[in-house]
């Protein structure tokens, strides 16, 4: 999964702005304790972050 493609999806999900705070401050356990902007920038695979997000959070199934 490409990072335009996580993001769009984070969008269409939280919503616009909405998105960005949440990666920035949401701990994930799946994740290892970190926010998705932490799990991302340590180089973990922008489809292994969406897949802890979808786990966490009631993600609409066309998203997943």
């Known amino acids: ?32 304790g970190r926010t998705v902007e932490q799990a991302l920038a340590e180089g973990v695979a922008a489809k292994r972050v969406w897949q802890a997000v979808c786990q966490e959070v009631d993600v609409d199934p066309r998203l997943r």
């Open 1 to 32: 999964m490409r990072l335009t493609d996580f993001w769009n999806r984070m969008r269409r999900h939280f919503g616009e702005a909405y998105a960005e705070s949440w990666a920035k401050d949401y701990v994930i356990a799946g994740l290892g």
